[in-house]
């Protein structure tokens, strides 16, 4: 039985062409050469564009968020620190012109990413700097940049600059203050479950037309 069943089983790997396996091996390849920990620098175009890739940064957002949850030692800041809003309203985001969606998605995640690295300094300057804490900070840190080459790669910087004869520029982006670690990550894990997936997907399913 062993030896029928052989030919089929190497018959079937045969059957599958290189194009049949190249989306996985272009994924495989990306997560050795670009991991969630590193810039991502002239990364491929529509990387981002597979759920894979955004789904590995926002995972490690959350286990950031879990981590510093019941967190109380060492997790304040002595300053408030300002991040955007990550609200949604799904029927108002629909309504938005593209523009306007990429520039609430790349002015969120320059304030989000200023944000990080403000807690990233206050944590080290802390009297007495948690290690587990500082490796998620600087996870994020890392993270955010690859991000931010991800989207502009995907084109969301030149998305996000108005055009000369559009009409009304976007409203100022929105923003409030917190004064924890813990209240942090939630922003960091709520941008990325929110406002940048959406526009990520839209913007992938655009390039798809």
Same mark, same amino acid.
């Given at each position: 039985?062993?030896?029928? @069943?052989?030919?089929?089983?190497?018959?079937?790997?045969a059957g599958l062409s290189f194009l049949d396996c190249t989306p996985l091996l272009l994924l495989l390849l990306s997560f050795l050469l670009f991991p969630p920990g590193l810039p991502v620098l002239g990364a491929p175009p529509r990387l981002i564009c597979d759920s894979r890739v955004l789904?590995? *940064?926002?995972?490690?957002?959350?286990? #950031?968020?879990?981590?510093?949850?019941?967190?109380?030692? /060492?997790?304040? $800041?002595?300053?408030?620190?300002?991040? &955007?809003?990550?609200?949604?309203? $799904?029927?108002?985001?629909?309504?938005?012109?593209?523009?306007?969606? =990429?520039?609430?998605?790349?002015?969120? !995640?320059?304030?989000?990413?200023?944000?990080?690295?403000?807690?990233?300094?206050?944590? @080290?300057? =802390?009297?007495?700097?948690?290690? =587990?804490?500082?490796?998620?900070?600087?996870?994020?840190?890392?993270?955010?940049?690859?991000?931010?080459?991800?989207?502009?790669?995907? /084109? @969301?910087?030149?998305? #996000?600059?108005?055009?000369?004869?559009?009409?009304?520029?976007? =409203? &100022?982006?929105?923003? $409030?203050?917190?004064?924890? !670690?813990?209240?942090? $990550?939630?922003?960091?894990?709520?941008?990325?479950?929110?406002?940048?997936?959406? *526009? #990520?997907?839209?913007?992938?399913?655009?390039?798809?037309?």
């Open positions: 039985m062993n030896a029928e @069943a052989e030919p089929e089983r190497s018959q079937g790997l789904e590995r *940064y926002i995972l490690e957002a959350r286990e #950031a968020e879990n981590a510093t949850m019941g967190c109380v030692e /060492g997790c304040s $800041f002595n300053e408030n620190i300002t991040v &955007p809003d990550t609200k949604v309203n $799904f029927y108002a985001w629909k309504r938005m012109e593209v523009q306007q969606q =990429a520039l609430e998605v790349w002015q969120g !995640l320059a304030q989000l990413s200023e944000a990080i690295l403000r807690g990233q300094v206050l944590l @080290a300057n =802390a009297s007495q700097p948690c290690e =587990a804490l500082r490796l998620h900070v600087d996870k994020a840190v890392s993270g955010l940049r690859s991000l931010t080459s991800l989207l502009r790669a995907l /084109g @969301a910087q030149k998305e #996000a600059i108005p055009l000369p004869d559009a009409t009304p520029s976007a =409203a &100022p982006l929105r923003t $409030f203050t917190v004064d924890a !670690l813990s209240k942090l $990550f939630r922003i960091y894990s709520n941008f990325l479950r929110g406002k940048l997936t959406l *526009y #990520a997907g839209e913007a992938c399913r655009r390039g798809d037309r």
